[in-house]
C-alpha cells in the first residue's frame, strides 16, 4: 500500500504592511461600503463537489500583541488536509465589537495568500449576513465563495433548534432571516452560520454539515484552529 502524501506545509511569514482603519468611524464606513458588495447565489461550489476548502482561524497573544492567522486547505470530498499556511504579525486594530474583522484580516489576507491555490470556498469562523454591518467574509476582502460559521451567538435573537443534527431556527434581523442556529451533532450547541459572498444560506448549511463529521465544528475550522495556535507558540 502506499503511503499517504502529506499535505504542503508553507513556512510562516511576518504579516505584510496593510491599510488598516485608524478610527472606529472610518473602520464602519469600510463596513457599510464593503457589505454592498457581497452577492448571495449559488455562484460558489455545491456541498462536496471537487476542490479545495479552506478554513481560516486567528490566535492572539495580547502580551505580545501578536496574532497568527492560519489557513488549512481541505480536499471538499475526502476532507483530508493538502495545504497548510501561517502568517504572524502584530495587531493592528483594537479590540472593539463588531470590527474585530480589522484586528484579524492582515493576517488572514497574508495567510490566504501564501496557499499555491485559490480555495473553491472559505470557511471562516465569524460571521456573515450575520453580521450587523459587514459580512467578515466580505467580497471586497476575499472575492471567493464564502461563508461563515461562528462558535457563538453575536447580535440576531433565535429560538432553540431541535436537538437532532440538521434541525436550525432562523437568526432574524426584523422579518429577515441572516443566518441560522445550525445543530451540527445530536445534543449538542448549534453552530451559527451565514453567508458571506456567492452564496446562499441553504447552501452555507449544507457546506457545513458536510463539512462537520461526529463533532460540533467543520474539520476546516477544526483543522485552522490547532494550526493558528501551533504558529502563535512557534512566533
Same mark, same amino acid.
Not at 501564501?114 to 472575492?143: E, F, I, M, N, W
Not at 437532532?164 to 432571516?177: I, K, M, Q, V, Y
Given at each position: ?23 472606529? $468611524? ?39 500583541? @501578536? ?32 470590527? @474585530?474583522?480589522?484586528?484579524? @484580516? ?99 448549511? $449544507? ?15 477544526? $483543522? ?8 502563535? $507558540?512557534?512566533?
Amino acid at each position: 500500500m502506499s503511503a499517504r502524501p502529506q499535505p504542503v506545509v508553507i513556512p510562516p511569514r511576518v504579516v505584510r504592511s496593510h491599510t488598516t482603519p485608524t478610527t472606529e $468611524a472610518e473602520a464602519v464606513a469600510i463596513q457599510r461600503r464593503l457589505r454592498s458588495l457581497a452577492v448571495y447565489d449559488s455562484s460558489g461550489p455545491g456541498p462536496g463537489e471537487p476542490g479545495t476548502v479552506v478554513g481560516v482561524d486567528v490566535a492572539y497573544d495580547d502580551a505580545r500583541n @501578536l496574532v497568527a492567522a492560519a489557513a488549512v486547505a481541505l480536499h471538499a470530498i475526502t476532507l483530508e488536509v493538502v495545504e497548510r499556511a501561517t502568517a504572524v504579525g502584530p495587531v493592528a486594530f483594537p479590540c472593539v465589537p463588531g470590527l @474585530l474583522a480589522f484586528r484579524e @484580516l492582515p493576517a488572514v489576507l497574508d495567510a490566504l495568500g501564501r496557499l499555491r491555490r485559490a480555495p473553491d470556498l472559505v470557511v471562516c469562523d465569524g460571521y456573515g449576513l450575520a453580521h450587523p454591518r459587514l459580512p467578515q467574509t466580505s467580497s471586497g476582502r476575499c472575492p471567493q465563495p464564502t461563508i461563515g460559521v461562528a462558535k457563538n451567538p453575536f447580535t440576531f435573537a433565535h429560538t432553540q433548534p431541535p436537538p437532532h443534527r440538521g434541525a436550525f431556527t432562523p437568526l432574524l434581523d426584523g422579518d429577515e432571516e441572516v443566518g441560522r442556529a445550525l445543530r451540527t451533532r445530536d445534543g449538542v450547541k448549534p453552530v451559527y452560520v451565514s453567508p458571506g459572498h456567492r452564496t446562499t444560506l441553504d447552501d452555507a448549511c $449544507a457546506h457545513t454539515l458536510h463539512l462537520t463529521r461526529g463533532v460540533r465544528l467543520p474539520e476546516t475550522t477544526r $483543522a485552522a484552529d490547532r494550526l493558528c495556535r501551533e504558529a502563535l $507558540a512557534a512566533a
